[in-house]
């Protein structure tokens, strides 16, 4: 069964650091393009970035580039996000999933919770 | 950056009753539009994918239509598990972009 699930979630303060994991099982994360997707009441899913099957391509939302790095284990199995310079519109649920090129999103995990709040 | 449109925001229908939601893309993403259902607590799952191709496992009574820029979800005959808030999604560009969400409840 393909399951991907994350951690590594909490409250950090402006301007502050968190690096979220997601571990995937049931399927190679070298196979698929893997995405991190965010997700808050007030402003819905946004997509965050993705790393190719090869890991020779990344790609950013601009809100978060420069700030936000993905990258990934792949002894582990497991995916990265590493958020710098974090600002209270980061606060949201953020998930892993995955998909082949132009393929829709599926499946996803449940998500992480990251509160950026003094 | 392709911005999707979804109308309306809220909805609430009666149990049995058909709802429509549409989607509207600023810019073609031919078939590549996608549809997601969010349940509090739970991960967002995918519903329809290419337009009006049905997953496994979907209930019939989901389906979808559209080519361009403009595109349906409708959902005949509802059931009460059919509250959640729907989701439209393109994959034509590596924006990645999605709707706004239509929250649907059911009376």
């Known amino acids: 069964e393909v399951q991907l699930i994350e951690s590594g979630g909490g409250l950090v303060q402006p301007g502050g650091s968190l690096r979220l994991s997601c571990s995937a099982s049931g399927f190679s994360i070298t196979s698929h393009y893997m995405h991190w997707v965010r997700r808050d009441p007030g402003r819905g899913l946004m997509w965050v970035g993705f790393?190719?099957?090869?890991?020779?391509?990344?790609l950013y939302a601009d809100s978060v580039k420069g700030r936000f790095a993905i990258s990934r284990d792949i002894a582990k199995n497991t995916l990265y996000l590493q958020m710098n310079s974090l600002r209270v519109e980061d606060t949201a649920i953020y998930s892993c999933?995955?998909?082949?090129?132009?393929?829709?999103?599926?499946?996803w995990g449940l998500g992480t919770l990251v509160t950026v709040s003094s | 950056e392709i911005v999707l449109t979804q109308s309306p925001d809220f909805q609430s229908v009666a149990p049995k009753e058909t709802v429509t939601i549409t989607c509207r893309a600023s810019q073609t993403v031919g078939y590549s539009l996608h549809w997601y259902q969010l349940k509090p607590d739970q991960s967002p799952k995918l519903l329809i994918e290419f337009t009006s191709r049905s997953l496994s496992g979907v209930p019939s009574r989901f389906s979808g239509s559209g080519y361009g820029t403009d595109f349906t979800l409708t959902i005949s005959s509802l059931e009460p598990e059919d509250a959640a808030t729907y989701f439209c999604h393109q994959s034509k560009t590596s924006s990645y972009n999605f709707g706004q969400g239509t929250k649907l409840e059911i009376k």
């Open positions: 790393i190719s099957p090869d890991g020779t391509r990344l």
């Open positions: 999933t995955r998909n082949s090129d132009m393929h829709p999103f599926d499946p």
